[in-house]
């Protein structure tokens, strides 16, 4: 078995301990009126970011109805936002993925559940061992029905926990594809330490909460 200390320091160094200014540009992204994605070929499209987008991608992928999850960043004030940018934690994206589903399959109040049973809640400005304000938790809405569901299951789950659930909400703006090496990361590198020791339990600890919602080759 491979020593999982490299792992630790490189957790370490991707770190950073910034959290997103509140500039004006970032308060503008965040009053901002959401803007809605159409529906194409019957497929619909959700946004969340939730640490580590490697991570959340795998998780999405095994929802049935869930076509595809795709890398990249979302819930900032720059344009065409870079992994090294969005480190810095200046940018105010957050790795988020494009969630594109089938919603006579999965509907958007399911996902939202994959989410919170995906993730620590209670985690701010991170997930395990990767902090920062790029790896906040954020859930994206595109108009007031899907506003609403988020923040009734937020409060249900604060309820619940009897502590504050760290996610953000945001009205949707933008969705920018992250760089091609991030896509489908976790399955074409099964043997990456991060992978083994973060990724792939935490995918199957969501496993063991929602195994309703898998698909067969799960």
């Known amino acids: 078995m491979k020593s999982i200390f490299p792992f630790f320091l490189l957790a370490l160094f991707w770190s950073c ?12 992204v965040i009053n901002a009126d959401p803007i809605e994605v159409p529906v194409q070929n019957g497929k619909a499209k959700a946004y969340f970011a939730s640490g580590c987008f490697w991570c959340v991608e795998a998780v999405y992928e095994s929802v049935i109805g869930v076509d595809e999850a795709i890398s990249g960043y979302a819930g900032g004030h720059t344009k065409n936002p870079t992994y090294e940018a969005s480190n810095t934690g200046r940018t105010g994206h957050a790795e988020a993925v494009e969630v594109i589903y089938d919603p006579n399959v999965v509907s958007f109040s399911t996902l939202v559940d994959v989410y919170f049973a995906s993730q620590n809640p209670t985690q701010v400005n991170g997930q395990g061992p990767d902090r920062g304000s790029q790896y906040r ?18 409060a249900a789950l604060q309820k619940q926990l009897d502590e504050p659930v760290a996610a953000e909400v945001y009205p949707f703006q933008k969705f920018w594809v992250a760089e091609d090496y ?11 330490p991060y992978v083994q020791n973060v990724s792939i339990p935490r995918l199957n600890r969501f496993k ?3 195994p309703e919602v898998l698909k067969e080759n799960h």
């Open 17 to 28: 301990s910034n959290t997103a200014q509140t500039n004006p540009e970032q308060l503008a």
């Open 137 to 154: 938790s954020i859930i994206f809405y595109q108009n007031q029905e899907q506003k609403d569901i988020i923040l009734k299951k937020k």
């Open 182 to 192: 991030h896509q489908d990361y976790e399955r074409y590198n099964r043997d990456n």
């Open 208 to 210: 063991r909460k929602m």
